[in-house]
């Protein structure tokens, strides 16, 4: 954002970012729409948790 912000342009920034192009504008787009919330990675990889923290809590006194 700092680099787009300088006026770099997106090859550029792209580049340093080891990315696309596109990627690199897509990024922009968000940040320019959702500020810092567009940071957050949306996908975090993995499969979903299934343990839930009460069921958790039981499994330690469990224990």
């Avoid at 912000?5 to 897509?26: H, L, N, P, W, Y």
């Amino acid at each position: 954002m700092l680099l787009s912000a300088q006026g770099i342009d997106v090859a550029k920034i792209a580049e340093m970012a080891f990315t696309s192009e596109d990627r690199a504008r897509d990024v922009i787009h968000d940040f320019n729409a959702d500020g810092f919330e567009a940071l957050d990675p949306k996908y975090k990889g993995g499969r979903p948790k299934t343990l839930t923290l009460p069921s958790a809590d039981r499994q330690v006194q469990a224990d």
